[in-house]
C-alpha cells in the first residue's frame, strides 16, 4: 500500500476555486491509479475523480464533470484536484485514494485499498 497525506482544503465562496492536492509516499506511485472522493455530512462517500498510471485518462463523475481537474506529477509522487466555479453542494471532506489493479476507471470506494485522512473544502453561498 501506499501512504496518503492531502492538503489544499478550505473555505472559499460560491464559483470560487481551490486546488487539493495529495502527496504519496514510496517508490512505486506510479503504479498507482490515483482517486479522490468526498463526503459530505450525513451522505455516503461518493466517487469525483480518478487518472490513470501516467495520467493519460481521466475520468469525472458527471455532479463535477466540466469544473473539476485532476492530475498527476509522478517525479513528485503527488496527485491535484482543481476545483473551479465551486457550488455549496460541494462543501465535503475530501480524500485521496489508490489502487492498482489492472483496470483503471474504478468509482466505489470498496475497488480503493489506500486511503488518505481527507482534507475540508467548505463552499459558502
Known amino acids: 500500500q501506499v501512504q496518503l497525506v492531502e492538503s489544499g482544503g478550505g473555505l472559499v465562496q460560491a464559483g470560487g476555486s481551490l486546488r487539493l492536492s495529495c502527496a504519496a509516499s514510496g517508490r512505486t506511485f506510479s503504479r498507482y491509479v490515483m482517486g479522490w472522493f468526498r463526503q459530505a455530512p450525513g451522505k455516503e462517500r461518493e466517487f469525483v475523480a480518478t487518472?490513470?498510471?501516467?495520467?493519460?485518462?481521466?475520468y469525472y463523475a458527471d455532479s463535477v464533470k466540466g469544473r473539476f481537474t485532476i492530475s498527476r506529477d509522478n517525479a513528485k509522487n503527488t496527485v491535484y484536484l482543481q476545483m473551479n466555479s465551486l457550488k455549496p453542494e460541494d462543501t465535503a471532506v475530501y480524500y485521496c485514494?489508490?489502487?492498482?489493479?489492472?483496470?483503471?476507471?474504478?468509482?466505489?470506494?470498496?475497488?480503493?485499498?489506500?486511503w488518505g485522512q481527507g482534507t475540508q473544502v467548505t463552499v459558502s453561498s
Open positions: 487518472i490513470s498510471w501516467n495520467g493519460g485518462s481521466t
Open positions: 485514494a489508490a489502487h492498482d489493479a489492472l483496470v483503471f476507471v474504478r468509482t466505489s470506494s470498496a475497488d480503493f485499498g489506500s
